[in-house]
C-alpha cells in the first residue's frame, strides 16, 4: 500500500470560507509565532523544538489576548508546528532555505488529520472540524479508502484545494524491455539515449513579457488600493499559469519515460550548488530539474521501475560515449558538439545521456 495524495478544487460556503479563512489566519499566527520565539531564543544560544513551541501555544491560547486562536480547530495549528519542524529539519541537512515568515498575501494553508475531519465513505464526503457541512469537492479522479489526512489550500489567486493522503494499491506496471539514461538539461529539458529529446518548453520565457508587463503596471500603482490589489491579483494569475502548465508537462515527461523504460538511469544533480550559480539559476528553477528527479524516483517506486543513479562527479558530457576518450581541450557550456578523435560526432546532451546510461547499467548491475 502506497499513501497517495488526490487533489481536488471545491467552492466553499460562505460560511466555510469564514471559518477557513479563520483558520488559515491561526495558523499563519502560530506559525510565525513559534518561528520568531525559535530565532530569539537562538540568538540567546538555547536550541528550540516541536516540543518547546508546542507547550509555548499551550500558554498562549490561555492568554485571554489570544482567545481567538480556541475558535479554530487545534488539529491545524499543531501541524503547523509540525511543519515548521520539518522546515528546519530540511534546512539543517541541506544548509539551502531557512524557514520563512507566512505571509497574509502568499498561498494559505491548514493541515487536518483524522481526528480533525469526518470522512462519509458512502458518499466520500469530508466534514472539517468546526463546520457543519460538507466540503462540496467534485470527485474528478476516483479513489478507495479513507482519507488520513487532509491539506487544504487557498492559491494566492482565491482558487481552493484539497488534498487527501489516501493508502492505495499500486499495481506495478508489466516490465518493459527498454532501459534508458536521462541527461536533465537547460537547452534541452532531457534527452535521452534513446534519442528522444524532450525541448525545455521554457514557460516562464513565453509568459515574461507578459508577466513584465503586469509587474510594471503593479509597480506603478498605490500599495494597498483596490486597483493595487486587483493588479497584484492579475501577476498571480501569469504565475500560476506558468507553474499549472510546468507541472503539467513534468508528469507527461516523467510518466512517459517510466512507462517505457525497465531501468532509468539519472545523475544526481547538484541543484543546489547548480542554483548558487546565478545565471544558471533562472533557467534551472524554470526547467524544474529537482521536481523532475523527485517524480521519477517515486514513480519509479510505485510501478516498479528502477533508477540508477551516478556519481555527480561523473564526466557523463566530457566523456566519447562511442570510445570512452575525454574531450582534452578546454571545457564551457558553450560547447553544443564536439568531435572525438575516433571520428564521432558527439552532441553534447545525446552523448551526456549514453554515458549516463551505460554508467547507470553498469552500477545497477
Ligand atoms: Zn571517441
New binding site residues.
Given amino acids: 500500500m502506497t499513501l497517495v495524495a488526490y487533489k481536488y478544487r471545491f467552492k466553499p460556503s460562505k460560511e466555510q470560507a469564514e471559518m477557513l479563512e479563520h483558520t488559515f489566519g491561526c495558523v499563519r499566527f502560530v506559525y510565525n509565532n513559534a518561528l520568531a520565539f525559535s530565532k530569539e531564543q537562538y540568538e540567546q544560544g538555547n536550541k528550540t523544538n516541536f516540543s518547546d513551541w508546542n507547550k509555548n501555544l499551550t500558554t498562549i491560547k490561555k492568554d485571554a489576548d489570544f482567545s481567538w486562536l480556541k475558535n479554530v480547530s487545534s488539529v491545524p495549528l499543531q501541524q503547523s508546528l509540525r511543519h515548521l519542524d520539518k522546515a528546519f529539519k530540511a534546512f539543517f541537512k541541506s544548509g539551502f532555505g531557512y524557514p520563512k515568515f507566512k505571509n497574509k498575501r502568499g498561498k494559505q494553508s491548514a493541515c487536518y488529520m483524522a481526528n480533525a475531519f469526518k470522512f462519509n465513505a458512502e458518499t466520500k464526503q469530508i466534514t472539517l472540524a468546526k463546520m457543519k457541512n460538507p466540503l462540496k469537492v467534485k470527485l474528478s479522479r476516483p479513489f478507495n479508502g479513507s482519507p488520513s489526512s487532509v491539506y487544504v489550500s487557498k492559491t494566492k489567486t482565491g482558487k481552493y484545494f484539497i488534498s487527501m493522503l489516501v493508502e492505495t494499491e499500486i499495481q506495478p506496471l508489466p516490465i518493459a524491455s527498454k532501459t534508458v539514461g536521462v541527461d536533465v538539461g537547460i537547452k534541452s529539458l532531457a534527452a535521452c539515449s534513446d534519442g528522444v529529446v524532450f525541448n525545455n518548453p521554457k514557460y516562464t520565457k513565453k509568459y515574461e513579457k507578459k508577466l513584465a508587463k503586469a509587474q510594471r503596471k503593479l509597480s506603478k500603482k498605490t500599495k494597498g488600493s483596490n486597483n493595487f490589489n486587483k493588479q497584484r491579483i492579475i501577476v498571480a494569475k501569469i504565475h500560476e499559469k506558468i507553474a499549472n502548465c510546468r507541472v503539467d508537462f513534468t508528469h507527461k515527461m516523467t510518466t512517459k519515460l517510466i512507462n517505457e523504460n525497465q531501468v532509468i538511469c539519472t545523475e544526481s544533480l547538484r541543484v543546489k550548488n547548480m542554483v548558487k550559480n546565478k545565471k544558471l539559476a533562472k533557467a534551472i528553477s524554470d526547467a524544474n530539474f529537482g521536481e523532475i528527479v523527485r517524480q521519477i524516483e517515486y514513480k519509479a517506486a510505485w510501478y516498479g521501475r528502477t533508477v540508477s543513479k551516478i556519481d555527480q562527479w561523473f564526466p557523463s558530457s566530457k566523456l566519447?560515449a562511442?570510445?570512452?576518450?575525454v574531450y582534452q581541450g578546454k571545457w564551457s557550456l558553450a560547447i553544443r558538439e564536439w568531435r572525438?578523435?575516433?571520428?564521432?560526432v558527439?552532441d553534447r546532451d545525446l552523448n551526456a545521456a549514453n554515458n549516463i546510461h551505460i554508467e547507470g547499467l553498469r552500477l545497477a548491475a
Avoid: E, M, T, W
Fill in positions: 566519447c562511442c570510445c570512452g576518450a572525438c578523435d575516433c571520428g564521432s558527439n
